[in-house]
């Protein structure tokens, strides 16, 4: 079993849908981090986290220690948040689970 | 301001050469991370450096990769006696100081595309 599991895999939403991409982990973190990875292959840090929840513009990530899960979500989802989001735990290494491939069609 | 540059952008080599990879972290960015993503697949993580302490070192595959950084600016990443399986975009990532001494937020630079033929 991967210490990072992300869920779904792949996810195709309608623009303007409520995106959810989940996260669970089996290690010990000292913090939770959500990247974005485009097309070109370019990566950008969306979120770090280490308790409860963080907002920005459509994007809100939140993060439950106890039962060692994180969610993303987005709200009015675009085409252009078609990209790789990928949950990473972080203890001074960092473990990256699978990504989750978002596809947003207008 | 400049973000996290790295050099070369691509790098094709024969099996066997070594090569030399350089990131340039963001200035006052305390911590460095390198990555690697083989084509299709997921990031790994490679070696951590933060300030004066010593570098976590523990996603190194073998005892080919090395990295060095100097004191809190420029890492090279070393790869001896490349091996096709070496060919990946290699990332390198920093940090500004984070709360309670860890690291913070990571800024990713554009990565280091190498092809071993």
């Known amino acids: 079993k991967n210490e990072v599991e992300q869920s779904p895999q792949n996810l195709t939403a309608q623009e303007g849908e409520f995106i959810t991409i989940n996260c669970s982990y089996s290690v010990g973190i000292s913090a939770l981090h959500w990247l974005q990875q485009h097309p070109g292959g370019g990566i950008v840090s969306l979120f770090m986290l280490s308790s409860g929840k963080k907002k920005h513009g459509r994007l809100i990530a939140t993060i439950n220690i106890q039962e060692k899960h994180s969610s993303l979500h987005i709200t009015a989802s675009h085409p252009r948040d078609s990209a790789v989001y990928i949950c990473a735990a972080n203890n001074n290494d960092m473990r990256f689970g699978a990504g989750t491939r978002l596809t947003v069609k207008p | ?117």
């Open chain 2, 1 to 117: 301001g400049a973000g996290v540059s790295q050099s070369p952008s691509n790098k094709v080599t024969e099996k066997g050469k070594d090569v030399e990879l350089r990131c340039d972290p963001i200035s006052g960015h305390t911590a460095l991370y390198w990555y690697r993503q083989r084509l299709g697949q997921g990031l790994e993580f490679l070696i951590y450096f933060q300030g004066n302490s010593a570098p976590d070192k523990s996603g190194l595959p073998s005892d080919r990769f090395s990295a060095e950084r100097t004191g809190e600016s420029v890492s090279t990443l070393t790869i001896q006696r490349t091996q096709q399986e070496d060919s990946a975009v290699y990332l390198c990532a920093s940090s500004p100081p984070g709360l309670a001494g860890g690291a913070g937020t990571q800024y990713f630079g554009p990565g280091t595309r190498l092809l071993v033929l």
